[in-house]
């Protein structure tokens, strides 16, 4: 199977291109350069393996939540490419990438990946491993106010871990937690290669949409919305 992943929904650009069993990422952190570099790494990558667009099976997109502009630039380079050469694209959670390279370096069970949303609030999603040791969502991602206690206090039971730039940005919200959550500071940001793993088992359940049905996770209705008062 080849398969092409983009991840723009943070600071990072990511391009993972795989072929068979071969995976290549690029990935560069630096911000507001997404559309300056995303379609030079797609080309590259592409060109590397001797492809084109139209040789793919499907694009795979880091659906986000996360940063506004990254998510359309990502959303609208993948769309366009998806309509040029026939191809499904298969959205996946930026939250649950950031979940799967957490499980895949450490022996704990659940992961809760915060994003800096902004407005003092953050993108949260809570995963637990599966038997193939990828993330499986407990409930549905949201937008938290920072101030909400005991976000994980319905899976008190268990360790967890604490990925993704939000609890570093705002280190009030883990305090807040009554349960036992361990930071991992080197996991900020998904990484296309990520986006692979996971989007194999959602194309396995025929996950693949056309490009016209594609809608990015923002969570947030009206982006330059301020946060409910309390």
Request: glycine share 8%.
């Amino acid at each position: 199977m080849k398969l092409l992943a983009i991840e723009t929904s943070s600071i990072a650009c990511s391009v993972a291109l795989q072929v068979g069993n071969d995976i290549h990422e690029q990935h560069v952190v630096e911000a507001k350069a997404h559309t300056r570099i995303l379609l030079p790494m797609i080309k590259q990558a592409l060109a590397e393996e001797k492809l084109a667009i139209g040789d793919l099976d499907a694009l795979v997109l880091g659906n986000g939540p996360g940063s506004f502009i990254g998510m359309r630039i990502g959303a609208s380079v993948a769309q366009g490419l998806a309509f040029a050469a026939g191809l499904n694209i298969v959205p996946i959670s930026s939250l649950a990438a950031v979940a799967a390279e957490v499980l895949s370096e450490h022996e704990e069970s659940h992961v809760a990946v915060a994003q800096d949303a902004r407005m003092n609030q953050v993108y949260l999603g809570c995963f637990a491993r599966d038997e193939h040791d990828l993330p499986v969502a407990l409930g549905v991602e949201r937008i938290h106010d920072i101030q909400e206690i005991e976000i994980l206090g319905d899976h008190n039971a268990v360790n967890w871990l604490a990925a993704g730039g939000g609890w570093s940005q705002y280190p009030a919200l883990a305090e807040l937690q009554t349960v036992t959550l361990r930071h991992v500071p080197d996991v900020l940001v998904p990484r296309a290669k990520q986006l692979l793993r996971l989007a194999r088992k959602s194309l396995e359940s025929g996950a693949g949409i056309p490009p016209e049905q594609l809608q990015p996770a923002y969570l947030r209705d009206q982006v330059a919305k301020p946060p409910k008062s309390r």
